[in-house]
């Protein structure tokens, strides 16, 4: 099973600038979370305080009872092999080809031998789509292919954490959605905790157990997907739909006169750039039919049945609608109908400065799930 | 993305930062020359790299270099009547200054300049955090090897400038300035000694250390972007020779003192 991580009250600055501050968060062993936040909140560098390349102001960061802000070297390099970390552009070593790039981690921390080294780097580079290209610079490659080889070093250790920079930033969607399967497949087999930092809306609203969000130098919210998935804050709001208007600007913050005439200009009839109201919670994905369950999802609905009543209403209704019968019955909830297609607790005008929603209550995770993958040819995968 | 911190309010803590981090990392690549594993590969192939690139520029300034010290020492020797010292005179001075900073400025500048430019793309490319994130010290994997490197090719760069400085005297002296050759050599033993090669050798490998250790640290701390990296190395060669001067000044004192002159 993978770590879990416990951050407490971790805090960065740069001179005199807060990057951000009191971020306090736990990612749950085996669960898959992602970090929302528009561009220049410092995601990276939350990523990178994460595993000590920076060195946090104040707070801890607990893995396996150890400290990364505080431990000691040795410690800290021994803690880092159980982390795999995806880089923005991959970060291959430039003089290595593909195949010694994915090696790299087997030579220096195992004693394997050859041979077994060729088929471990072999099968992840088939994973990732790779095959036949191990004799390449990463300098002959595209980005995403780059991408997708970092992804493969990453994986070579068999991490218990993984760590996703953009994974999804130059890449086209199809190949951004390969890549989310990838990592819930990944997560199926071998149960790791993955934190993936991204602003791609529809990675984080189909892949994570749980989201959070930064913003402002702090921490908007983490937990659940429900909860924030069916935020009323207008920061998760606009942020979700990807509009104009709300508080976040082309630099970070906007003021009033700017809100101001933005919300004129709406009220005017000019596009706000956003698409329809994408929010709510829809079906999250799972994994390649043939795989083991997650384990993680079990737990995670443990856990989430307990906190159950401490969460907003409306992720709750997105909670208890998203169990099967037979668990409503095992965690004891959900006397009432699902079928309605309103959402009830929210405020009756916020339901109608909506009208012509694209978005639809899930029905039934099966069906729906059927249509949007239809099950990949089964290939020998161990 | 720099470390940096701005708080630079006293005028010249920065400069003080800055040195404090270099002897920081002296300290860790000391540390790391005991650390298993040592990487045998890394440290083959750049000593073959710097040596690749030092060689031949460094033998032809050792001609020429050679050449003016016993020019020099010749018709000063010839003015003040002691012909006989010429060969002592020049091998002295080739072996125990020349032969180690002439090493020392082709390693810095061709060598060095190379490591600095090398781990500063890396570092821009984040390929340096992602060695470390591999749980690998870039440090231990990759500084050492070039810092041991540089001091191994320094060494036996000095020797082999020292005899080609010395031969160089000798033609110029024995053709130039009608020096009789037999009077050259046997003069060699006259007022050099031993420890004159010690020391150059001594000299020879610290100056290669404070080299690679140097560009190491402007590599692995570049200003932003890759026009920073340019100027690491630019920065990284006028800091080498600048300490270069200030540590053979050092030795130089020390090694009077404590070694007595031949001829007293």
């Known amino acids: 099973m993978g770590a879990e991580v416990v951050i407490e009250g971790l805090t960065k600055s740069f001179g005199k600038q807060a990057i951000w501050r009191d971020v306090t968060l736990n990612l749950p062993p085996g669960e898959v979370s992602v970090m929302l936040g528009p561009s220049g909140t410092g995601k990276s560098v939350f990523l990178k305080s994460m595993i000590g390349l920076l060195k946090p102001d104040r707070g801890k960061c607990v893995i396996n009872g150890v400290d990364i802000v505080r431990c000691s070297e040795s410690k800290l390099y021994e803690t880092r092999k159980l982390f795999g970390v ?32 060729r088929r471990i780097v072999l099968e992840k580079l088939e994973m990732t789509g ?27 250790l068999d991490p218990e954490i993984i ?37 791609n809306i529809n990675v984080a609203r189909t892949v994570p157990d749980n989201i959070g969000m930064l913003f402002r130098k702090e921490l908007v919210m983490f937990g659940p997907r429900e909860v924030l998935l069916t935020s009323d ?21 906007k003021d009033q006169a700017q809100m101001a005439l933005e919300q004129a200009q709406a009220d005017a009839g000019h596009h706000d750039g956003s698409t329809d109201d994408v929010r709510g919670v829809v079906p999250q994905l799972q994994p390649t039919p043939g795989l083991p369950e997650r384990t993680g999802v079990r737990r995670r609905k443990d856990r989430v049945m307990r906190i159950l009543h401490t969460l907003p209403p409306a992720a709750q209704e997105g909670i208890i609608e998203s169990l099967t019968p037979e668990e409503r019955v095992h965690y004891g909830v959900g006397g009432h109908s699902v079928t309605t297609s309103q959402r009830g607790q929210l405020p009756v005008d916020d339901v109608a400065t909506v009208p012509g929603s694209g978005w639809r209550e899930p029905q039934s995770n099966q069906s729906s799930d059927a249509q949007r993958m239809p099950p990949p040819p089964q290939q020998g995968r161990s | 993305m720099s470390s940096r911190a701005s708080s630079a309010k006293i005028p010249g803590a920065g400069m003080l930062r800055e040195t404090g981090k270099l002897f920081a990392l002296g300290l860790d690549v000391a540390r790391g020359i005991f650390q298993r594993p040592f990487q045998l590969r890394e440290f083959i192939q750049q000593s073959w790299f710097i040596a690749s690139v030092t060689i ?38 080739t072996v125990q200054q020349a032969s180690p900073l002439v090493t020392a400025l082709l390693v810095a500048g061709a060598g060095g300049s190379a490591i600095c430019a090398d781990i500063g793309a890396r570092t821009i490319r984040e390929e340096i955090d992602a060695m470390e994130v591999l749980g690998v010290s870039a440090i231990q994997r990759l500084v050492v090897p070039r810092v041991l490197a540089c001091m191994l090719v320094a060494v036996l760069l000095n020797g082999m400038v020292s ?34 090669l010690w020391v150059g050798e001594l000299k020879a490998l610290i100056f290669g250390f404070i080299a690679a250790v140097v560009a190491a640290y402007r590599g692995l701390n570049p200003p932003p972007g890759p026009k920073g990296v340019g100027d690491a190395v630019n920065q990284s ?28």
């Open chain 2, 163 to 196: 005899v080609i400085g010395v031969l160089g005297g000798y033609f110029f002296n024995v053709v130039l300035q009608d020096g009789t050759p037999g009077a050259y050599l046997a003069s060699f033993s006259a007022l050099a000694q031993l420890p004159d």
């Open chain 1, 86 to 117: 995806l880089f923005q552009d991959g970060a291959l070593f430039g003089s290595m080809n593909l195949y010694d790039n994915v090696a790299f981690p087997l030579r220096e921390h195992t004693k394997k031998s050859e041979t077994e080294i």
């Open chain 1, 130 to 156: 790779l095959a036949g290209a191990e004799k390449k610079l990463p300098g002959e490659i595209s980005g995403g292919m780059r991408k997708r080889a970092g992804l493969a070093r990453a994986l070579v």
């Open chain 2, 56 to 93: 031949l520029p460094t033998a032809l300034v050792a001609i020429p270099f050679g050449a003016v010290i016993s020019l020099q020492f010749g018709s000063l020797a010839k003015q003040l009547g002691a012909q006989s010292y010429t060969g002592a005179g020049s091998v002295l001075a």
């Open chain 1, 233 to 253: 804050e207008p920061v998760v709001e606009q942020f979700l739909n990807g509009r104009r208007l709300g508080p976040i600007g082309m630099s970070e913050e």
């Open chain 2, 237 to 264: 060669v006028v800091i080498t020779f600048l300490l270069l001067f200030v540590v053979n000044f050092v030795i130089t004192l020390i090694y009077l003192q404590v070694v007595p002159a031949k001829l007293d």
């Open chain 1, 163 to 199: 760590l996703c920079d953009e994974p999804d930033s130059g890449l086209d969607p199809v190949r951004t959605a390969y890549l989310s399967q990838l990592l819930i497949d990944l997560n199926a087999q071998i149960d790791a905790t993955i934190l993936i930092v991204t602003h």
